[in-house]
């Protein structure tokens, strides 16, 4: 069955960065567009940012870009955000997202809160 497993999360100050890592089971990793979700406190789902099957194609919300990068490691099965300047209005719970047959998978995420 599909898994995603959403890790490094944290408290980190304004400016700060944090590196979350996404690990992917269950299906054929590499042959997937692979996504970046978040959700703050009191809101819905914000789509961060996506990246094609080989990493070369990447998209990004307007509110990260410039300050976020997503990657991927197909021989890893492993989906990265690098999240750069972060500020407090970045603060929300992060998960990484697939569409494997007509299913939309989301792990259990990962909390990331910027504050002084």
């Known amino acids: 069955q599909v898994q995603l497993v959403e890790s490094g999360g944290g408290l980190v100050q304004p400016g700060g960065s944090l590196r979350l890592s996404c690990a992917a089971s269950g299906f054929t990793f590499s042959t997937y567009y692979m996504s970046w979700v978040r959700q703050a406190p009191g809101k819905g789902p914000e789509w961060v940012s996506s990246i094609n099957t080989e990493g070369g194609l990447t998209k990004y919300a307007d509110s990260v870009k410039g300050r976020f990068t997503i990657s991927r490691d197909n021989a890893k099965n492993t989906l990265y955000l690098q999240m750069n300047s972060l500020k407090p209005e970045d603060t929300a719970v992060y998960y990484c997202?697939?569409?494997?047959?007509?299913?939309?998978?989301w792990g259990s995420g990962t909390q990331v809160t910027v504050s002084s």
């Open positions: 997202n697939v569409d494997v047959s007509g299913n939309n998978y």
